[in-house]
């Protein structure tokens, strides 16, 4: 089992940065994919980002790739997404994900989620 707790969501100009932390409790969090998601209102809930349990691998959406950096410290038990150059189109709730083994892109396939941090982009 593991719970997430995300934090770091705020409201910001377009063009500004936002820094998210996602907090894992648990002793085995090295050994979770971690990834974050968003839903915006009215639609589905998408993939941003993941990262393997080493930080060695990781996958973006077009939408963050080269805006938005994730990584992790094993040792804090913590995973975080920097997110640049932020626009009003990445208003969304922003949620936290974990999963032993692999990531994925299929939301199905995550089977822990953080409760979510609302980041409000302002044009």
């Known amino acids: 089992q593991v719970q997430l707790v995300e934090s770091g969501g705020g409201v910001v100009q377009a063009g500004g940065s936002l820094k998210l932390s996602c907090a894992a409790s648990g002793r085995t969090f090295s050994s979770y994919a971690m990834g974050w998601f968003r839903q915006a209102p009215g639609r589905e809930r998408e993939f941003v980002v993941s990262?393997?349990?080493?930080?060695?691998?990781?996958d973006y959406a077009d939408s963050a790739k080269g805006r938005f950096t994730i990584s992790r410290d094993n040792a804090k038990n913590t995973v975080y997404l920097q997110m640049n150059s932020l626009k009003p189109e990445d208003t969304a709730v922003y949620y936290c994900?974990?999963?032993?083994?692999?990531?994925?892109?299929?939301?199905?396939?995550?089977?822990?989620w953080g409760q979510g941090t609302q980041v409000t982009v302002s044009s």
């Open positions: 990262i393997n349990w080493s930080g060695s691998f990781t």
């Open positions: 994900a974990a999963e032993r083994g692999g990531s994925s892109r299929n939301i199905k396939a995550w089977g822990y």
